[in-house]
Nanobody
């Protein structure tokens, strides 16, 4: 059973930066595809960024050029660096791990962009 624990969220002003991390348990992290999703109340959860086991990345159009996903397989951790944050980036951010045809989710972490 994989467990994912997010950390690093909080409140930031528009234009600011924030980094969130997701630490995963288990022995097969390097084989997993990892993703960051976000969800606003009343809206569907949406993919923000994805990184494959081989390190290939893709991003939602709304965050391209502002967000960067990365992974450290030695630490079983995936990161999301968020720059030039906008109020519309406010949401609960969830870490996802896709491994052996199963999906695992973290508990979510709040990111609020507000002045």
């Amino acid at each position: 059973q994989v467990q994912l624990v997010e950390s690093g969220g909080g409140l930031v002003q528009p234009g600011g930066s924030l980094s969130v991390s997701c630490a995963a348990s288990g022995s097969f992290f390097s084989m997993a595809a990892m993703g960051w999703y976000r969800q606003d109340p009343g809206k569907q959860r949406e993919l923000v960024a994805h990184i494959s086991s081989g390190g290939n990345t893709n991003y939602a159009d709304s965050v391209k050029g502002r967000f960067t996903i990365s992974r450290d397989n030695a630490k079983n951790t995936v990161y999301l660096q968020m720059n030039s944050l906008k109020p519309e980036d406010t949401a609960v951010y969830y870490c996802n791990e896709a491994l052996f045809a199963r999906n695992y989710w973290g508990q979510g972490i709040q990111v609020t962009v507000s002045s």
